[in-house]
């Protein structure tokens, strides 16, 4: 910033500041007593106060439903570990089965081609070898 913009600057804040005070000075000096200053004031605070409820309604509610989601979404994943876990034993479960009837197929297959060719085996096998 260059020192010019800065007195500038200083300058219209004291400006501001000044012409504030002034402009509260003369109001206080002469409250405005007309039906119709009246009638804005009182309008004017009821806006105000309609304003500030509908702030703390909102505050609420937003707060409410920021509740709720952080409730839901701790539900969900709980729900889903939960599941996850489910999931994850029944596939080792069925790994396990998998395994097991696997080596059990192995065993059985390596104990047929360890017949093949003795007096126990199946003629089917027999002739097929013969051939």
Do not use: Y
């Not at 489910?86 to 479960?93: C, E, I, S, V």
Request: glycine share 6%; charged share 30%.
């Amino acid at each position: 910033m260059s020192i010019r913009f800065r007195t500038s600057f200083a300058m219209l804040l004291a400006g501001m500041t000044l012409s504030s005070a002034a402009l509260a000075a003369e109001i206080s000096e002469k409250p405005c007593e007309t039906d119709l200053c009246r009638s804005v004031r009182q309008s004017w605070t009821t806006v105000r106060q309609d304003a500030s409820d509908a702030t703390r309604w909102t505050k609420k509610k937003s707060v409410k439903g920021w509740d709720a989601t952080k409730d839901a979404t701790t539900k969900a994943a709980h729900w889903t570990g939960r599941e996850s876990e489910k999931g994850w034993k029944a596939t080792k479960a069925g790994t396990k089965d998998a395994a097991h009837d696997t080596a059990a197929w192995t065993r059985k297959a390596a104990h047929d081609v360890s017949q093949w060719g003795t007096d126990k085996t199946p003629d089917a096998a027999k002739t097929g070898q013969n051939q």
